[in-house]
């Protein structure tokens, strides 16, 4: 689909410059949402007690893959918000741009700060 | 004035606010939602609502960086993340994702035109955002008897500077959905006029997923590498 200018995804749903609008998903879908999210919430918290709690049984191996399933599970978290309730997913993906540059730039610069302040280099 | 014609999602005629029906208020003006031709065919209000949270992007991305800079940097034997509670700051995390959920299903009781829906809701989102709130001072009060204040260290200034920011803009949203509500109220909102709630929306679920990335990166991780014997 050619999508030279924002609103062509708009247009090209719904026959009209004039309409933004998009089919939301059901208030049973946010439901299920809203379970996913809370399962993955109780899992961040489980995943940071397993290595203090289970020294004894041979789980420390898991301290080290703890931060990188943080991100994930915040990752997921974050994409499932913006997509499923902020609408990105359906609306047109002009909006998805705007956002996505701006986050682009933050994640660059939380980067950049934390390979200057903590000594890491390329 | 001339009256912008209301449209459901397959571009169809929506009949118009205010005629025989008396629990949603008729201005007599454009109350689309300001959703007429644009030169970039999107709602103009929307692409503004979506410019400013690009721009609290790159707020929150700055002080969570500032944060990450000083974390692990602080003055030996002062107060720092072994503090956190972690379960309490869960239930709060879960709160504020909860209230995402009642706004939207205030949007989308509003959208199928049942006022009672979007009345509840919204009224629900507000409260949930004050029991965040109530939870923030609360533990912003035991830090603060625990010897963690702004004041304390760097990893105190960057911490309740980020967190208190982030507090700022609960705040702004809970006074901007009670408005809602009581506008709601008194006059009713028009299915058309959805947008209205949809921008409140977009700016609520923006400071949910801003602590998703908060309670993740400021509380998790550093109270794990605590838990695991530091670094």
């Known amino acids: 689909m050619s999508r030279d200018y924002p609103g062509a995804d708009a247009e090209a749903r719904h026959g009209s410059t004039a309409h ?46 703890l931060i990188p399933a943080f991100l994930i599970l915040a990752a997921i978290k974050f994409v499932i918000v913006v997509g499923y309730y902020m609408h990105l ?11 996505g540059f701006a986050l682009l730039i933050a994640l660059t ?3 950049a700060v934390i390979a200057l302040f903590h000594g890491i280099s390329l | 004035m001339a009256r912008a014609i209301a449209h459901d999602e397959q571009g169809r005629l929506l009949p118009q606010a205010g005629h025989g029906d008396s629990d949603i208020h008729d201005h007599g003006h454009d109350d689309h939602g300001g959703e007429h031709p644009t030169s970039t065919g999107l709602n103009n209000v929307k692409v503004l609502m979506w410019t400013f949270i690009a721009s609290e992007c790159l707020l929150f991305g700055s002080l969570i960086s500032t944060y990450l800079a000083v974390e692990g940097r602080t003055i030996p034997n002062t107060p720092g993340p072994e503090l956190f509670d972690i379960p309490y700051t869960s239930v709060s995390a879960f709160v504020l994702l909860f209230s995402s959920l009642s706004m939207v299903l205030a949007l989308a009781g509003l959208q199928a035109g049942d006022q ?16 965040f709130l109530g939870g923030q001072y609360y533990e912003f009060s035991t830090f603060y008897f625990e010897e963690f204040w702004l004041d304390k260290n760097f990893l105190g200034s960057s911490f309740f500077l980020l967190t208190g920011f982030h507090g700022a803009h609960v705040t702004v949203g809970v006074i901007w959905l009670l ?16 947008l209205l709630v949809e921008i409140s929306g977009l700016y609520w679920h923006f400071v949910d997923v801003v602590w998703i990335v908060i309670f993740a990166v400021v509380y998790l991780i550093p109270y794990s590498r605590i838990e695991g014997g530091g670094h």
Do not use: M, N
């Open chain 2, 179 to 194: 408005a809602l509500w009581l506008y709601s109220l008194r006059y009713g909102i028009a299915p058309e006029k959805s």
């Open chain 1, 20 to 65: 933004d609008a998009h089919a939301h998903p059901t208030p049973a879908t946010y439901i299920k949402i809203a379970v996913i999210l809370l399962i993955i919430t109780i899992a961040e918290v489980v995943v940071l007690y397993i290595p203090s709690e289970t020294e004894g049984f041979g789980l420390t191996w898991f301290q080290p893959v």
């Open chain 1, 89 to 99: 997913k359906f609306d047109d993906s002009f909006f998805l741009r705007v956002f």
């Open chain 1, 109 to 111: 610069i939380a980067t």
């Open chain 2, 116 to 131: 009672r829906q979007l009345r509840i809701w919204l009224f629900v989102t507000a409260a949930l955002g004050l029991v």
